[in-house]
């Protein structure tokens, strides 16, 4: 499998569950970020890991925990999530330093969250 | 610090028209410039990217985009559009030593039949 995985597509939780999205980069990359995007808002960068260390965490509430166990698997762990949480969080891998700028990032497919 | 302004939250255009998207950068030193693609509930895609050389770049699905300097712009086009290119655009901004892309606020693009 190639690419920027993302597990699951689709999530229904309600407010006091407990539940992880998964990230899984085949490229080869180094650094790997999580984003929030919801209806009618720009992206928002959450958290961002270069080399396995988180680098960034841009005000995110303690309720998103996120864990980079290696350059190749990102999650983020969900608990006592609220309504307005409910979005599409979208992962996305890069390599650090010059390659970041000639060649971007590259998007998993989403996973689609909604707070019940 | 880098950043970027699409001042164009949507934009509707007919089927065969050709479209630009507008994509303005704030940035001291050489942009690294991206556009991408995001069709309706899925993730984003690269369309095209500058970081040197000639200004005017030729991305996927029949986009260029041309870099202008002077307007600190990175404007997207394609001369006839299809249906299938109803999506949201982004444009992002990099910079030499930075550990994230910058991106724009999108735009949304409706096609018209």
């Known amino acids: 499998e190639t690419g920027v995985t993302q597990t699951p597509r689709h999530l229904v939780m309600g407010m006091t569950n407990k539940k992880s999205l998964k990230c899984e980069q085949h490229l080869g990359h180094n650094a790997m970020y999580w984003y929030k995007q919801s209806a009618k808002k720009p992206l928002e960068l959450m958290f961002v890991y270069s080399l396995e260390e988180r680098v960034e965490n841009n005000s995110v509430p303690s309720r998103f925990s996120p864990e980079c166990p290696n350059s190749s698997h990102l999650f983020l762990h969900l608990h006592t999530l609220q309504p307005e949480d409910s979005a599409l969080y979208l992962c996305a891998s890069s390599q650090v330093g010059d390659a970041l700028t000639n060649y971007g990032y590259t998007f998993g497919s989403g996973t689609r969250l909604t707070v019940v | 610090a880098q950043s970027v302004t699409q001042p164009d939250i949507h934009i509707t255009v007919s089927e065969g028209a050709s479209l630009e998207l507008r994509c303005n950068y704030s940035y001291g030193a050489t942009p690294y410039l991206f556009w991408y693609v995001q069709s309706p509930g899925q993730g984003l895609q690269l369309l095209l990217k500058y970081f040197s050389g000639d200004t005017l770049v030729q991305g996927i699905k029949g986009f260029e985009a041309e870099f202008k300097r002077s307007q600190s712009s990175f404007n997207l086009r394609k001369p006839s559009v299809h249906w299938s290119d109803a999506a949201e655009y982004f444009c992002?901004?990099?910079?030499?030593?930075?550990?994230?892309?910058?991106f724009g606020q999108g735009t949304r693009l409706t096609i018209n039949p």
């Open positions: 992002a901004v990099g910079a030499r030593g930075a550990q994230k892309l910058v």
